[in-house]
Structures are given as structure tokens and as C-alpha cells.
């Protein structure tokens, strides 16, 4: 239990104790986008909204780049990262083309094509 | 004597909210999923349970990193829903059954499992949306919310959630009120929303779960977490409150229906209802 680590399952991070340490500014931001008004605070200047919740370089560049991958290797949990593409208005599907490098066509017809079970 | 009259188990996709709000039941892409419904529906309503206990995680509505209990139980007249940050409509207030939330907590610390109490405590969609469709009227009865912990690892293993399971349907049997109780898991199956995996589904391994929940949930305690990762996806690892509920079952497990879909947004959606048959009350012919 206690050897779990990003590469063990492949394209998969495990959110751990060093993950959550290692997120925990983004995340707590994240989480702070429950409330309405900090959206449209993020929204009206998110450098500084950013700033505010002490996120790293790491992280501010990967929220400034709305690179889902690189949020995650900042210690982003996708269940706050959510509330985030809540508001750059990106869907689970978006997410999950950006992530696997396909169109949101392809990532939707990928997993439409599991149905076809054994 | 409470008696519990069985399990059921649903897939509590964001998105199913969202149509439920939007009326698209009958929409091709939808109507797979929500036609399921009518035989849970159905024994619902000849069971008619007085309380439910629902088993789910909560998504970083009512908890956050800051404080992440592995068991928290409601303990509350009522349940507020609030903005979760993406837009699902806010519902109104789930009644609390305040004595049942205490008589199951008493009876799980004296059985060594050390729960958070709440008696404030905000339910996401992963408990509003199953009441939703198990209740399409808007009346579910009081519930007792159990939040398990499935988003920060170490999370509590498959024979954790089994023995609470245990241990919850011991409480509900105990509890000295002539009412019928219910037990509702939600979350799973199989699903990744992240990382180049994202999009993982693995039909074969739900398929598995389905047959073992009803026969023989302690079949599924012999995978470790990660083996619950690497089979079902990050948030597939929901199936731990499947398993619980499963465990709750203090007699024989009957199904009485089951309904699966792929995909619900991203994710291997189920349904599965079935029956506790005890010797005390044998089943209704």
C-alpha cells in the first residue's frame, strides 16, 4: 500500500499523501470555486487570484495553460480540477481528450466503443 | 426490530443531474440508462423503506483535503445540497433521521470503527442524484448519509468497507423501532476521468462485480486498492461502496434487478437492486 507511485499503473496517478501535500495550494483554490463570487473573482484577473492562494510556478503555468496533465503532475486532485474546468467550461470528455491526445469525437467514440463487450 | 429490507446501487454521474434537470430521460442517449429504473422503482414501492443509509463519497463539496475523514455519518435533521462549481441546479433540503444516524453510530464505534460525526453536513450530487432517481417525486425517506473516503489515498481497503458494511447492517437490525430500512451505495463502476488513462472502462471486471455482489461480496475483499485502480479506473474505485452495501445484507442477497450502460458521460454506468431474504421474515411469495 505504502509503495504507491505515479508510474505504477500506467497513465494513472495514485492521489497520495505526497500528492495532496504537493496540491494542496491548487487544490484548496479549486475548492474555493464552490462559491460563485470566486469564480468571478477568478475569472475578472486570475494571475492574481492565483497569487492569492500561493500556488507554485508549476502549478499558475499549468492553470495558465489549461493543460490538464501538467495540473495533475502538480499535485491536482481531478475531483477540485473540476470545479476549475466547471469554469473554463470544459466538459469530463474535454478533459479526457486533452489528456489521451485524441479530438473530443474520438474520445467520445472510444469510449462508446467499450459497450461492445466480450 | 428495524428491519433491513435490502440494498440497491446506482452510478451518481454529475451529468445524470444535469438531464434529470433538462427532462431528457427519453432521449436516445439517455433512455438506456433511465429505463432501468422502473424495477427499483417498483420493489421501492412494495418494500417501502421508512430510512435509507446511503454509502458515497463526497467530491470536495462538504469536505476538503484540509480534514478527510475515512467514515463520516450524518447526524442531522437535514441535508443541504450547494454549488459545487459547475453549474448542477441546487436541490432542496434531504430530511436526516437523527435517531437512526445515532443509533448506527453507537453501534459502530462499540463494533471499533471510529467514525466522524456530522451534524452539519452538505451532500453532493453523489447523494443527491441516486435519491433523485430512486425518488423521482421528490419524497425520498430520511436518510443517514455515510461518506467514505475514495478520494485521497490511503483510502480504507475492500475488507474495510466489507466489515463496515457488516457492521452497518448489524446497527439497523438492532435498532429498536418497528421501521424498514434501506441501504443505497452509489458512485462506480468502472470509470478514469484522469491522466493518459483517462477514459478507462472495464466491462468485463463490472460484470464480475455484478455476479459477486449479489453471491459473494467478501470475493471481491481479495483485491487490494490498487488492484481496485488498476481493474476499475481512479474513480471506479467507487465499487468499495457497492461492496459495503453488499456486506450490510444480513440475510440471503436476492436480486431483484440490475441495469448496465456504457457509457454515461464517462463512466460504465450500473444499476443494481437486490433483496435481504432472512429466516425471520421469509420473502413474500
Redesign the interface.
Not at chain 2, 437486490?274 to 421469509?282: S, Y
Given at each position: 500500500?505504502?509503495s504507491?507511485t505515479s508510474n505504477?499503473?500506467?497513465?494513472?496517478?495514485?492521489?497520495?499523501?505526497a500528492e495532496?501535500q504537493k496540491g494542496?495550494a491548487l487544490?484548496?483554490m479549486?475548492?474555493s470555486?464552490?462559491?460563485?463570487a470566486n469564480?468571478t473573482a477568478f475569472l475578472a484577473d486570475e494571475d492574481a487570484y492565483c497569487a492569492r492562494y500561493g500556488l507554485s510556478r508549476e502549478q499558475h503555468e499549468a492553470v495558465r495553460g489549461r493543460n490538464?496533465?501538467k495540473l495533475?503532475a502538480a499535485g491536482g486532485?481531478?475531483?477540485?480540477?473540476?470545479?476549475l474546468?466547471?469554469?473554463l467550461g470544459l466538459?469530463?470528455?474535454d478533459?479526457?481528450a486533452q489528456?489521451?491526445g485524441m479530438s473530443v469525437d474520438a474520445?467520445k467514440a472510444?469510449?462508446?466503443s467499450?459497450?461492445r463487450?466480450? | 426490530m428495524a428491519k433491513l429490507v435490502g440494498g440497491l446501487a446506482v452510478s451518481h454521474v454529475p451529468?445524470i443531474g444535469r438531464a434529470i434537470a433538462d427532462h431528457k430521460q427519453q432521449d436516445p442517449y439517455w433512455k438506456p440508462f433511465f429505463d432501468g429504473f422502473g424495477p427499483a422503482r417498483e420493489w421501492l414501492a412494495k418494500v417501502k423503506p421508512d430510512a435509507v443509509v446511503v454509502l458515497y463519497n463526497d467530491?470536495?463539496?462538504n469536505f476538503?483535503?484540509?480534514k478527510m475523514p475515512t467514515f463520516a455519518i450524518g447526524a442531522a435533521p437535514e441535508y443541504a445540497n450547494?454549488?459545487?462549481?459547475?453549474?448542477l441546479p441546487v436541490l432542496h433540503p434531504f430530511k436526516g433521521d437523527p435517531a437512526l444516524s445515532w443509533h448506527i453510530i453507537n453501534s459502530l464505534v462499540a463494533d471499533e470503527f471510529d467514525v466522524t460525526t456530522c451534524q452539519e453536513m452538505l451532500v453532493d450530487h453523489a447523494f443527491c442524484i441516486p435519491m433523485e432517481l430512486f425518488w423521482p417525486d421528490g419524497f425520498p425517506p430520511p436518510a443517514v448519509p455515510v461518506a467514505v473516503n475514495t478520494?485521497?489515498?490511503?483510502l480504507p481497503s475492500a475488507l474495510r468497507c466489507y466489515k463496515l458494511g457488516k457492521a452497518i447492517g448489524r446497527a439497523i437490525e438492532s435498532w429498536p423501532e418497528d421501521k424498514r430500512v434501506a441501504v443505497i451505495a452509489t458512485g462506480g463502476l468502472s470509470h478514469?476521468?484522469?491522466?493518459?488513462?483517462?477514459?478507462f472502462?472495464n466491462?468485463?471486471f463490472d460484470?464480475l462485480c455484478l455476479d459477486k455482489l449479489v453471491n459473494d461480496p467478501k470475493a471481491l475483499t481479495g483485491y487490494?486498492?490498487?488492484e481496485l485502480?488498476?481493474l476499475s479506473g481512479?474513480?471506479g474505485v467507487e465499487v468499495l461502496m457497492w461492496i459495503a452495501m453488499a456486506a450490510a445484507m444480513t440475510g440471503r442477497s436476492k436480486e431483484i434487478s440490475r441495469n448496465y450502460?456504457?457509457?454515461i458521460?464517462?463512466t460504465?454506468s450500473a444499476l443494481l437492486v437486490m433483496e435481504n431474504q432472512t429466516a425471520r421474515e421469509p420473502a413474500m411469495a
Amino acid at each position: 500500500m505504502g509503495s504507491a507511485t505515479s508510474n505504477d499503473i500506467p497513465g494513472t496517478t495514485m492521489f497520495d499523501g505526497a500528492e495532496a501535500q504537493k496540491g494542496y495550494a491548487l487544490n484548496r483554490m479549486c475548492f474555493s470555486f464552490n462559491d460563485a463570487a470566486n469564480r468571478t473573482a477568478f475569472l475578472a484577473d486570475e494571475d492574481a487570484y492565483c497569487a492569492r492562494y500561493g500556488l507554485s510556478r508549476e502549478q499558475h503555468e499549468a492553470v495558465r495553460g489549461r493543460n490538464v496533465l501538467k495540473l495533475i503532475a502538480a499535485g491536482g486532485n481531478i475531483y477540485y480540477l473540476a470545479k476549475l474546468a466547471g469554469i473554463l467550461g470544459l466538459s469530463v470528455q474535454d478533459l479526457g481528450a486533452q489528456q489521451t491526445g485524441m479530438s473530443v469525437d474520438a474520445f467520445k467514440a472510444m469510449l462508446l466503443s467499450q459497450a461492445r463487450g466480450a | 426490530m428495524a428491519k433491513l429490507v435490502g440494498g440497491l446501487a446506482v452510478s451518481h454521474v454529475p451529468a445524470i443531474g444535469r438531464a434529470i434537470a433538462d427532462h431528457k430521460q427519453q432521449d436516445p442517449y439517455w433512455k438506456p440508462f433511465f429505463d432501468g429504473f422502473g424495477p427499483a422503482r417498483e420493489w421501492l414501492a412494495k418494500v417501502k423503506p421508512d430510512a435509507v443509509v446511503v454509502l458515497y463519497n463526497d467530491h470536495g463539496l462538504n469536505f476538503f483535503l484540509d480534514k478527510m475523514p475515512t467514515f463520516a455519518i450524518g447526524a442531522a435533521p437535514e441535508y443541504a445540497n450547494a454549488d459545487e462549481g459547475w453549474g448542477l441546479p441546487v436541490l432542496h433540503p434531504f430530511k436526516g433521521d437523527p435517531a437512526l444516524s445515532w443509533h448506527i453510530i453507537n453501534s459502530l464505534v462499540a463494533d471499533e470503527f471510529d467514525v466522524t460525526t456530522c451534524q452539519e453536513m452538505l451532500v453532493d450530487h453523489a447523494f443527491c442524484i441516486p435519491m433523485e432517481l430512486f425518488w423521482p417525486d421528490g419524497f425520498p425517506p430520511p436518510a443517514v448519509p455515510v461518506a467514505v473516503n475514495t478520494v485521497q489515498h490511503p483510502l480504507p481497503s475492500a475488507l474495510r468497507c466489507y466489515k463496515l458494511g457488516k457492521a452497518i447492517g448489524r446497527a439497523i437490525e438492532s435498532w429498536p423501532e418497528d421501521k424498514r430500512v434501506a441501504v443505497i451505495a452509489t458512485g462506480g463502476l468502472s470509470h478514469q476521468l484522469d491522466g493518459e488513462r483517462a477514459g478507462f472502462i472495464n466491462r468485463e471486471f463490472d460484470m464480475l462485480c455484478l455476479d459477486k455482489l449479489v453471491n459473494d461480496p467478501k470475493a471481491l475483499t481479495g483485491y487490494s486498492t490498487k488492484e481496485l485502480v488498476a481493474l476499475s479506473g481512479s474513480q471506479g474505485v467507487e465499487v468499495l461502496m457497492w461492496i459495503a452495501m453488499a456486506a450490510a445484507m444480513t440475510g440471503r442477497s436476492k436480486e431483484i434487478s440490475r441495469n448496465y450502460h456504457i457509457p454515461i458521460s464517462n463512466t460504465a454506468s450500473a444499476l443494481l437492486v437486490m433483496e435481504n431474504q432472512t429466516a425471520r421474515e421469509p420473502a413474500m411469495a
